[in-house]
């Protein structure tokens, strides 16, 4: 019984894990569009080569306004 309740804990921390990431992508992305600085968790959540790609667009958007 522990085996089971602790695998299905287990599953749903990734999967609140994969939502939360998700929702970390689509708020940095809007930050980009909405020119606003996103909060910090929202940062902390993104993996490395989504954090890569907001910088770039942020960079990007940066360049176009001035």
């Known amino acids: 019984m ?3 309740v602790a695998a ?3 599953i749903a921390r ?5 939502r939360q990431r998700t929702e ?4 940095a992305m809007l930050a980009v569009r909405g020119a606003y600085d996103p909060p910090r968790w929202v940062l ?7 954090r890569i790609e907001y910088e770039a667009a942020r960079d990007e958007a940066r360049k176009g306004k001035a």
């Open 24 to 27: 970390a992508k689509k708020l």
């Open 2 to 4: 522990t085996l089971s």
């Open 44 to 50: 902390d959540r993104l993996t490395p080569g989504d």
């Open 14 to 18: 990734a999967a609140a894990a994969r």
């Open 8 to 10: 299905a804990n287990r």
